[in-house]
């Protein structure tokens, strides 16, 4: 015999859990950035096979790009499926400097001109400025030194400027270089 409870149980929508707010992802984004310093002390942009979706190098090596794609993917947002999702709708869109005629997931998510164009499709692009007000937490910051460099923008200041999660060659660190270096891209994700 059914029971009122279970045949309400039956009949009503059951509710779905809202997805956080971007401001929410992105103080996520900052945490799994901090939870990177200390943590990678190989750097190693080579090219990998790794598993898909969510692959990824072992957790003492990895790149720029990897402080930003484990940052995200401690926020539940995996880069690896969404830039791949991307390219292959998009693979025109994306920067032919590889070479390459097709997508490939093992890789293009850890090359910072591909992650450039998926934040300049997919979130808000902010102007690039020298203004540290400009910049919030969770943001996205793209740099020429002369080649393409990535960071996250973190939640800690030094004489008001917000200092930035990166690993330029030593492992992830939290450093004040927000405006060492030309900013070439300034993006906020989700938007």
Known sequence: MITILALSLLILPQATPAAPSGDAVRRLV????RSEVGRMVLYDGQYRRIGYPGGDLPPDRGSCTDVVIRAYRRAGVDLQRLVHEDMLVAFGAYPRLWRLSHPDSNIDHRRVPNLATFFQRRSSSIPASRVPADFKPGDIVVWAIPTPHIGVVSDVTTDGRPLVFH?????AVL??????????GHYRFPA
């Open 175 to 184: 450093e004040d270089v927000l405006f060492a270096f030309p900013i070439t």
């Open 30 to 33: 900052v945490e799994g950035a």
């Open 167 to 171: 690993n330029i060659g030593a492992g």
